[in-house]
């Protein structure tokens, strides 16, 4: 099973991404595909998710600029990032897992990860 993550790079405050993760090796339209993010120093955080019905999850600090969407049949995930800020600034993971993924949920539980992309977004 792989998580191939791309789409990372180098963008300007107030900027967009747009980030695409394909999975290969099963099928996950059975399970909840999303992205969490590790800035330099921290710990990993959730971003987004996407259920397998397609009821889409957000944190709060990016509620309102990034919308997560997930084709099934393709087995992709994507995130659209919008009015970047420094502060997202990370390696962002996408994730697959059978359970929801929320802000609560621990990195630690998650069953499938990407191998990360960088995302520098300059002041």
């Known amino acids: 099973v792989q998580l191939q993550a791309s789409g990372g790079g180098l963008v300007q405050a107030g900027g967009s991404l747009r980030l695409s993760c394909v999975a290969s090796?099963?099928?996950?339209?059975?399970?909840?595909m999303g992205w969490f993010r590790q800035a330099p120093g921290k710990e990993r955080e959730f971003v987004a998710c996407?259920?397998?019905?397609?009821?889409?999850f957000y944190a709060d600090s990016v509620k309102g600029r990034f919308t997560i969407s997930r084709d099934s049949a393709k087995n992709t995930v994507d995130l659209q990032m919008n009015v970047l800020k420094p502060e997202d600034t990370a390696v962002y993971y996408c994730?697959?897992?059978?359970?929801?993924?929320?802000?609560?949920?621990?990195?630690?539980?998650?069953?499938?990860w990407g191998q990360g992309t960088l995302v520098t977004v300059s002041s």
């Open positions: 994730a697959a897992d059978l359970a929801v993924m929320l802000p609560t949920t621990m990195p630690s539980s998650i069953e499938y």
């Open positions: 090796g099963r099928t996950f339209s059975s399970y909840a």
């Open positions: 996407a259920s397998w019905s397609g009821n889409t």
